[in-house]
């Protein structure tokens, strides 16, 4: 079985920084994890995504520039540091994890099969 756990969300002024986690375990680790991002009235949509083998990232454009996805193998753990954060971002941030994919993950949603619970992030103008 696989889970995955986020933490690090919570409030701050716009301009400011939050850096979420997540740690997955598991069986088999996934080929890729994405952070995925959604607002109330609105689809979840993806944010960023990290193939663990080759490292390459891919983002959103709304985000690009300003969130960074990285890894940590030996502890497990996906990263999403946000920076120069906005009120638009405000959102429940979700990671999952995908099985399909090899040098570079969509950020597609329904590529990805197991889903953590959500972490909130809130950001005040």
């Known amino acids: 079985q696989v889970h995955l756990v986020e933490s690090g969300g919570g409030s701050v002024q716009a301009g400011g920084s939050l850096r979420l986690s997540c740690t997955v375990s598991?069986?088999?680790?996934?080929?890729?994890v994405g952070w995925f991002r959604q607002a109330p009235g609105k689809e979840r949509a993806g944010v960023a995504s990290?193939?663990?083998?080759?490292?390459?990232?891919a983002y959103a454009d709304s985000v690009q520039g300003r969130f960074t996805i990285s890894h940590d193998n030996p502890k497990n753990t996906v990263y999403l540091e946000m920076d120069n954060l906005k009120a638009e971002d405000s959102a429940i941030y979700y990671c999952?994890?995908?099985?399909?994919?090899?040098?570079?993950?969509?950020?597609?949603?329904?590529?990805?099969?197991?889903w953590g619970q959500g972490t909130q992030v809130t950001v005040s103008s």
């Open positions: 999952a994890a995908s099985w399909s994919g090899g040098g570079s993950c969509s950020l597609f949603r329904d590529n990805y099969t197991v």
């Open positions: 598991f069986n088999y680790y996934p080929a890729c």
């Open positions: 990290i193939a663990i083998r080759s490292s390459f990232t």
